[in-house]
C-alpha cells in the first residue's frame, strides 16, 4: 500500500489534538490565516501551473482558479472561523439518575476526516481550518488538476503547525493517483469518516465502494420556480444571481420553472442572462415565448436531458408549468436535494412549498448563491451534506463533532 506510512502518522497525530487548548488553535488559526496572504504570490504560482494544464473552457476550470481575491476570501474564512465558539466539550444533556449516577453527553471531535475532491484547491485549507477548529486531524486526497495548488498550501500548512509546536503530521495530503482513492476508501482503523467533494460520478463512486464510513455531499441540481404570484422585478435579479454570480459552484441555478400564465414575462425575466452569454434550453411553450427576444445563437429547444442536469457552465433549462403541484412534481423528480427556490409574493403558497420539497435548503425570494458555510454564519465548510442522517446541509464545525457519555458514579455497582 502506498499510504501506509501517511496512516500511521496521522492517527498518532490525531490523538495530541484533544490536548489543545481554543486559545492554542485559534493563534495556529491566526497565524495561517496571515501566512496565506503572506505566501499568495507563491500559491498563485503553483495554481498557475495546475491552470495550464488545463482548458479555460473546463468546467472546472473556474473551481481552479485562485486570485488575490480568492486567496483574501479564504484567509478571511479563517479569521471567521477563529471568531465562532469552539464546539467542543458542549454538554449536550446531563442528568442524575436515581441511584446517583450523573450522565453527561459531551461533543467531541469524530477523529480523522478523510476527504476526496476535485480541483478545488480552496477545499484544502478550508477543510483543514474546520477540522482543526473542532479538535480533528484531516486525511486529504485532492485530485490530479489541482496537484501544484494542493501541494503548496499544505507546506504552508505544516510549516505554520512547526514554527507554532504543534504535530505537523495532523494533515496529510495523499498522492493525487486514482488508485490511492482506493486506500483511503478502505482505511478502516484509520479514518473516521470520509467526504467526498466533487462531481456525482466521484460521489457515486465513494459512496458505493468506501468501507469508511461516508457524509454523502450531493451534487447540486438546482431549481427555481416562478410562481403565477411572483414579482418580475424580484425574480429577474435573482435568476440572474443564482445562475451567474459563479456557474462552477453546487448551488448554481440550472432549471427554471415558471407559470403557465406568466409566459408573457419570461423576455423580461431572462433579458439579463444574455449579457453573460447563458444559454438557454427551452420547452416549447417557454421557447415560443423567448424566441423574439433572446438570442437565437443562445436559444435551443429542451430536450428530456436538459433537464436532472448539474450544468456548472453558461447553461440553464427552462420548463412550464401549469401549477404548483407540477412544479413541485418536477423538482421532486430531478433534485439531488441540495438547494430548491420559489419566487412568490403568496404567503401560503410559499409556506407549502417549504412543506414539500425535500432539499437540504429551500428559499423562498431569495438567490440559491446563499447556501454557503460562510454565508450561513458557520465559518466555512466542509461541503454540502444533501443526506439526512449526522448532517444536512452546510457541515461546518458542529457537523464535525460526535459526542461521547460521561458517567460519574462514587462505588456504583449494578446488582
Same mark, same amino acid.
Request: aromatic share 6%; net charge negative.
Given at each position: 500500500?502506498?499510504?501506509?506510512?501517511?496512516?500511521?502518522?496521522?492517527?498518532?497525530?490525531?490523538?495530541?489534538? /484533544?490536548? !489543545?487548548?481554543?486559545?492554542?488553535?485559534?493563534?495556529l488559526?491566526?497565524?495561517?490565516?496571515?501566512?496565506?496572504r503572506?505566501?499568495?504570490?507563491? @500559491?498563485?504560482?503553483a495554481?498557475?501551473?495546475?491552470?495550464? +494544464?488545463?482548458?479555460?473552457?473546463?468546467?472546472?476550470?473556474? +473551481?481552479?482558479?485562485?486570485?488575490?481575491?480568492?486567496?483574501?476570501?479564504?484567509?478571511? &474564512?479563517i479569521?471567521?472561523?477563529?471568531?465562532?465558539?469552539?464546539?467542543?466539550?458542549?454538554?449536550?444533556?446531563?442528568?442524575?439518575?436515581?441511584?446517583?449516577?450523573?450522565?453527561?453527553?459531551? =461533543?467531541?471531535?469524530?477523529?480523522?476526516?478523510?476527504?476526496?475532491?476535485e480541483?478545488?484547491?480552496?477545499?484544502?485549507?478550508?477543510?483543514?481550518?474546520?477540522c482543526?477548529?473542532?479538535?480533528?486531524?484531516?486525511?486529504?486526497?485532492?485530485?490530479?488538476?489541482?496537484?501544484?495548488?494542493?501541494?503548496?498550501?499544505?507546506?504552508l500548512?505544516?510549516?505554520?503547525?512547526t514554527?507554532?509546536?504543534?504535530?505537523?503530521d495532523?494533515?496529510?495530503?495523499l498522492? =493525487?493517483?486514482r488508485?490511492?482513492?482506493?486506500?483511503?476508501?478502505n482505511?478502516?482503523?484509520?479514518?473516521?469518516?470520509? @467526504?467526498?467533494?466533487?462531481?456525482?460520478?466521484?460521489?457515486?463512486t465513494?459512496?458505493q465502494? =468506501?468501507?469508511?464510513p461516508?457524509?454523502?455531499?450531493?451534487?447540486?441540481?438546482?431549481?427555481?420556480?416562478?410562481?403565477?404570484?411572483?414579482?418580475?422585478?424580484?425574480?429577474?435579479?435573482?435568476?440572474?444571481?443564482?445562475?451567474?454570480?459563479?456557474?462552477?459552484?453546487?448551488?448554481?441555478?440550472? /432549471?427554471?420553472?415558471?407559470?403557465?400564465?406568466? !409566459?408573457? &414575462?419570461?423576455?423580461?425575466?431572462?433579458?439579463?442572462?444574455?449579457?453573460?452569454?447563458?444559454?438557454?434550453?427551452? &420547452?416549447e411553450?417557454?421557447?415560443?415565448?423567448i424566441?423574439?427576444?433572446?438570442?437565437?445563437?443562445? !436559444?435551443?429547444?429542451?430536450?428530456?436531458?436538459?433537464?436532472?442536469?448539474?450544468?456548472?457552465?453558461?447553461? @440553464?433549462?427552462i420548463?412550464?408549468?401549469?401549477?404548483?403541484?407540477?412544479?413541485?412534481?418536477?423538482?421532486?423528480r430531478?433534485?439531488?436535494?441540495?438547494?430548491?427556490? @420559489?419566487?412568490?409574493?403568496?404567503?401560503?403558497?410559499? =409556506? &407549502?412549498?417549504?412543506?414539500?420539497?425535500?432539499?437540504?435548503?429551500?428559499?423562498?425570494?431569495?438567490?440559491?448563491?446563499?447556501?454557503?458555510?460562510?454565508?450561513?454564519? !458557520?465559518?466555512?465548510?466542509?461541503?454540502?451534506?444533501?443526506?439526512?442522517?449526522?448532517?444536512?446541509?452546510?457541515m461546518?464545525?458542529?457537523?464535525?463533532?460526535?459526542?461521547?457519555?460521561?458517567?460519574?458514579?462514587?462505588?456504583?455497582? +449494578?446488582?
Open positions: 500500500m502506498i499510504c501506509t506510512e501517511q496512516f500511521h502518522k496521522v492517527k498518532d497525530a490525531s490523538r495530541t489534538m /484533544c490536548l !489543545l487548548s481554543s486559545e492554542t488553535i485559534n493563534n488559526l491566526e497565524q495561517l490565516a496571515k501566512s496565506l503572506e505566501g499568495t504570490e507563491q @500559491i498563485l504560482e495554481n498557475q501551473k495546475d491552470l495550464e +494544464r488545463m482548458s479555460e473552457y473546463d468546467p472546472k476550470y473556474d +473551481r481552479l482558479l485562485l486570485s488575490h481575491e480568492r486567496i483574501k476570501g479564504i484567509a478571511d &474564512d479569521e471567521n472561523t477563529i471568531q465562532l465558539a469552539s464546539p467542543l466539550g458542549k454538554i449536550l444533556s446531563e442528568k442524575t439518575l436515581e441511584n446517583g449516577l450523573l450522565i453527561k453527553k459531551v =461533543s467531541v471531535p469524530l477523529g480523522t476526516v478523510g476527504v476526496i475532491y480541483a478545488r484547491p480552496n477545499v484544502t485549507l478550508d477543510v483543514f481550518a474546520l482543526f477548529k473542532s479538535g480533528n486531524a484531516c486525511v486529504l486526497k485532492g485530485g490530479s488538476d489541482a496537484e501544484n495548488s494542493n501541494k503548496v498550501l499544505v507546506a500548512i505544516k510549516k505554520t503547525l514554527d507554532n509546536h504543534l504535530n505537523p495532523i494533515i496529510q495530503l498522492p =493525487s493517483a488508485e490511492v482513492a482506493v486506500e483511503l476508501m482505511a478502516v482503523g484509520f479514518v473516521d469518516v470520509l @467526504i467526498p467533494r466533487g462531481s456525482q460520478n466521484l460521489i457515486n465513494v459512496r465502494n =468506501s468501507k469508511v461516508v457524509i454523502e455531499t450531493g451534487a447540486g441540481i438546482v431549481h427555481t420556480y416562478f410562481d403565477k404570484d411572483g414579482d418580475l422585478q424580484k425574480g429577474k435579479q435573482i435568476i440572474f444571481n443564482a445562475k451567474t454570480r459563479r456557474v462552477s459552484v453546487c448551488n448554481a441555478l440550472d /432549471c427554471l420553472l415558471i407559470h403557465k400564465s406568466r !409566459l408573457a &414575462d419570461l423576455p423580461e425575466l431572462v433579458s439579463k442572462l444574455q449579457n453573460k452569454n447563458v444559454e438557454i434550453f427551452a &420547452d411553450e417557454a421557447y415560443h415565448a424566441e423574439n427576444t433572446y438570442p437565437k445563437d443562445l !436559444l435551443k429547444k429542451a430536450d428530456e436531458s436538459s433537464f436532472g442536469t448539474e450544468f456548472l457552465s453558461h447553461k @440553464i433549462s420548463k412550464t408549468v401549469s401549477d404548483f403541484q407540477e412544479a413541485t412534481d418536477h423538482i421532486y430531478y433534485s439531488s436535494k441540495h438547494s430548491e427556490a @420559489i419566487i412568490s409574493e403568496n404567503s401560503k403558497t410559499i =409556506s &407549502d412549498f417549504y412543506s414539500v420539497v425535500d432539499a437540504a435548503a429551500i428559499y423562498s425570494n431569495t438567490s440559491t448563491a446563499f447556501t454557503d458555510g460562510a454565508q450561513f454564519g !458557520l465559518g466555512a465548510e466542509i461541503g454540502i451534506s444533501t443526506q439526512k442522517l449526522h448532517a444536512r446541509g452546510p461546518a464545525l458542529e457537523e464535525l463533532c460526535s459526542y461521547k457519555w460521561l458517567i460519574t458514579g462514587d462505588g456504583h455497582i +449494578r446488582e
